[in-house]
Nanobody
Framework: QVQLVESGGGLVQAGGSLRLSCAASGRTFSIYPMAWFRQAPGKEREFVTA????????GYADSVKGRFTNSRDNAKNTVYLQMNSLKPEETAVYYCARSRGVSWSRYQYDYDYWGQGTQVTVSS
């Protein structure tokens, strides 16, 4: 069974930082990329960033490039999302997800396992 558990969300002021974690359990994790998505109230879920376990290669949405950093700790089966210079419009539930295939994607339907999400609230 595959399980993803996010943590690290909370309330932060605009311009502040948070680090999210996603602990993964289950078999054959090392070949499937992991991604972070977010969903604000009344909006569709959107891609934030993805990372490959094998070589740490990452991809980012244009809106977060230069402010967010995706990383992983293979020994702990955990991915991290460091978020700096947060903006109020980035208030959302943040989810981690595992890719169905060996390449990462910006589309949520290409991910088959999801965490429960962690709330990030950025106050102005």
């Amino acid at each position: 069974q595959v399980q993803l558990v996010e943590s690290g969300g909370g309330l932060v002021q605009a311009g502040g930082s948070l680090r999210l974690s996603c602990a993964a359990s289950g078999r054959t994790f090392s070949i499937y990329p992991m991604a972070w998505f977010r969903q604000a109230p009344g909006k569709e879920r959107e891609f934030v960033t993805a990372i490959k376990w094998s070589d740490g290669i990452t991809g980012y949405a244009d809106s977060v490039k230069g402010r967010f950093t995706n990383s992983r700790d293979n020994a702990k089966n955990t991915v991290y999302l460091q978020m700096n210079s947060l903006k109020p419009e980035e208030t959302a539930v943040y989810y981690c997800a595992r890719s169905r295939g060996v390449s990462w994607s910006r589309y949520q339907y290409d991910y088959d396992y999801w965490g429960q999400g962690t709330q990030v609230t950025v106050s102005s």
